[in-house]
C-alpha cells in the first residue's frame, strides 16, 4: 500500500505530520510478530500520538454498530488506544502519527533502542527525516520519494480537499464528505474538532492526522 | 454494496461518505440506491458510518411530519439510522473489487493489507531494490477518482514494450496473463477499483526514461495515477534519486525514509 506516500500539500503544511509505521516482512519475519508491533504501538503511548492504528483492524475511532439516538446530542468521541493494541494479533502494519517532531525524535530513540526487528518507516518530509533519524543515532536504509498526480487532474477535487482526504491513502475519506464536513464547519454547525472525528473513522489504519486536518479545516473555514 | 429499500428512510447521510459517489436517491422510491457498476465494493459506507438500530416507519413519520414545517432534522452526518447497508455476496469477477479497494481484506497474492505491496518498506529485510536499482510504484486511480482494469492493463503493455520486469509479489502482476506483454485477464478488465498498484524496478539510469514514459501515458487516460520512485541509499544515508529527479524539473521533498531497523528472523536470513 502507498497509503501514506502521496499526501497531498506544499512542505509548509506537513509542519505538522510525522507518520511513523512498523510491518513484518512476508515470510521473513512475520512470525510472532504480533508482540512486537504492539509493543512498537505501546512505545508510542507515551509521547502522545494524535492517532495510532493496526491496518487489518482499524484505527483509534471507529464506526460503531451500536449507536443510540442521544448520540445525535451527546455523541462520544473517546479515543481508546489500548483496544487498538489489544486488538492486534497477526502480520499487519502498525501506524503511529505525531503532530510535532520532538515526540517524534523521542519515539525513535525508544524504537531503536527496543530492537524489535520489524521495518520501520517515517512518511513525512524526506531531508527531516533523514536529520530526525540521525538525531536518534539510525542511518536511514532506503528512500521512496512521491512524483505527484498526473494525468487528467480536472478530475481531481480542489487543493483545500485534497490535502485532507489524502491523509487517508487508501481513499476510504471521500472528498464529497470533506467538502460537507468543510462546508458545516464554515457554516457553524460543527466545531473542528467535530468534523474531524467523523471524517477520521473512516481512515481505518489510522494514518489520518486529527491535528493536521484540524489546523486545515479551520483555516479553509476562515477563507484561506 | 446495497441499501435495503425496506430500511431504508432516503436521509441521504450515505451518499457523501461513497469515495466513488455511487450513491443517490432514487427520486421514485424516495430511497438511497447503490449503483452498481460504480460501486467499487470498498465498505467506506458500511464500515466507516456507525449504526443506529431505529424503526424505519417511525423515522420516515418523523421526517414526514418535520418536512411538512419546513423543519429539517440535523442528524450526526456518519449514522446510518436504520441500520440499511449491506454487504453483499461477492463471486467472480466482482470480488477482485473488494480484494483492490477495502484495506482490510489482504491480498490472497501478498497477504499484505491495503494495496497488497510492500514496496521499498520492508526493503531492509527483503533487499528487494539493491544499489544502483530503483523501485517503481505506479498507483492508479487515486485520490478518489477509481480506475477500471482495462486502464491499468493500457499502462502495464506500455511498459511491457519499454521491457521492464514486474513485480512478482504484487497483486496487480498475479492477475497478468501475459507478464511479458503486459496482459491482464480478459474477464476482469471491466472491473472497477478504488485503486490498484504496479510496480517494477529497473536501473537508476533509465529512471528519467520511464518517469517520462508513464507521465506521457497518463494524460491519455480516464484516471489519474500517482507515482512513486525508491532507491537504497549508501552506507552514510546518501541517496542518488533526488539530485535525478531535480534534474528532470521534479521537486521531491516527501517520501517514505526506511530506517534500516528490521531484520530476517533467524531461519529466514541469507534470503536478503
Known sequence: MTNTLHRYGTPESFRDDFVVFAISARGRNDRDCAEKLRAFLRLALPHHPVNLGD?????????????TPVAHWRRVHQPDPEAVIRGLDGPTTAAVVFDNPAALRAFLEDVRQADLGLSVNISGLTEEARQWAAAAGITRHSVEYSLGFHGPLDRLPDRRILEITTMCGHGMLSAN???????????????????????ARFCTCGVFNPARAKRLLEASAGGR | MQIDPKKCVGCG????????????ID??????RVNADECVECFACYRGMSKEHLNPTFVRTVRRVLGWFRVRFDPEPDICPTDAIVPQELTWPRIVRRAFSDPLVPHESTGVHGRGTEEV????????????EAGFVVEFGRPGVGVRFREVQQVTRMLARLEVGFEPRNPVTSLM???????????????????????????LDRVPELVRALEAEAKGLDTVLALGVSARCGPDGSEPLADLLGGMGHLVYRGKTNLGLGRPAPAARGAA
Open chain 1, 55 to 67: 491496518a487489518s483492524k482499524g484505527a483509534l475511532l471507529r464506526g460503531s454498530t451500536t449507536m
Open chain 1, 177 to 199: 464528505f470533506v467538502k460537507k464536513m468543510l462546508d458545516w464547519v464554515t457554516e457553524g454547525r460543527r466545531r473542528p474538532e467535530e468534523a474531524v472525528a467523523y471524517m
Open chain 2, 13 to 24: 447521510n450515505c451518499l457523501p461518505v461513497c469515495p466513488m459517489g455511487a450513491i443517490a
Open chain 2, 27 to 32: 427520486p421514485r422510491t424516495r430511497r438511497a
Open chain 2, 121 to 132: 518498506k520492508t526493503n531492509d529485510v527483503t533487499g528487494r531494490v539493491q544499489a544502483g
Open chain 2, 177 to 203: 496473463r501475459d507478464p511479458a506483454k503486459g496482459e491482464l485477464r480478459e474477464d476482469i478488465l471491466t472491473e472497477k477499483l478504488l485503486s490498484a498498484i504496479v510496480e517494477f524496478k529497473t536501473t
